[in-house]
């Protein structure tokens, strides 16, 4: 696949989750970031990577145009952690970064909480929010902006689940319409509601309508 996207300038998202890809591929990773791909977008959650593919996928970090990047949920310690840290000051400004799900300790914690203060990373973008325990640092997880589920529209475990519509039991009609909880779609706001107004045109008097079912 990275032999051909050589020849690709315009891809923009890769996508790689849940693939198992290891370190052996996070090395073919690094080296085609080096070529200077105008990708913007790498999604490596679920892969089994450990620090030496994160230090093998820091190399290539500083040539490459990522905006967003997720090594969630792998085997990475603080020594691959500090790597990948490392090649954000020297890449591209990222807006976006998920690494919550390794086995991050104090050390990272200390270099995420001194890059948030720098402005380097800015905590409504990246997944885990460092804290303090009797004079150690800890990362929690911070619910940042669901990019990924709102992009392919699937909730929060990654994977879509089969839409359940529970029926109501009527003794008059048998099965009643169809109740749909869309528990993972985002409320439309309500809108300002607007009265009608009635002008008499007599005596010039306006009368304000207010419905009795509106709040």
């Known amino acids: 696949m990275l032999e051909d996207l050589k020849y690709n300038e315009t891809l923009q998202l890769l996508d790689l989750c849940n693939n198992n890809i290891g370190d052996h591929g996070m090395e073919h990773l690094g080296n085609w970031l080096k070529m200077k791909p105008s990708l913007s977008g790498l999604w490596l959650a679920h892969n089994i990577i450990t620090s030496q593919g994160a230090r093998a996928l820091s190399v290539g970090m500083p040539f490459s145009k990522i905006r967003m990047l997720d090594l969630s ?3 990475i310690t603080d020594d691959g952690a500090v790597d990948i840290l490392g090649s954000i ?16 300790g ?5 270099i995420v909480e001194r ?22 640092s800890y990362l929690a997880h911070y619910p940042s902006d669901h990019y990924k589920q709102r992009y ?18 009527n003794k008059f009609s048998g ?9 993972y ?13 009635l002008v008499d045109q ?11 079912c509106c709040p």
């Open 106 to 110: 104090h050390c990272t914690a200390k």
């Open 89 to 104: 000051k020297k890449s591209t400004r990222l807006w976006y970064l998920r690494i919550f799900g390794n086995s991050l």
């Open 202 to 212: 007599n005596n010039f008097y306006i009368l304000f309508i207010l419905s009795l």
């Open 175 to 183: 099965k009643a319409v169809p109740k749909v909880h869309f528990k």
């Open 185 to 197: 779609v985002d409320p439309v706001p309500i809108e300002d509601r607007k009265y009608p107004v």
């Open 152 to 169: 392919y529209d699937v909730p929060c475990y990654s994977h879509p689940q089969p839409l359940q519509i529970p029926y109501v039991k």
């Open 73 to 75: 949920y792998n085997r």
């Open 115 to 136: 890059m948030l203060v720098s402005g380097v990373l800015v905590q409504e973008n990246i997944d885990v929010q460092p804290y303090r325990v009797d004079h150690e």
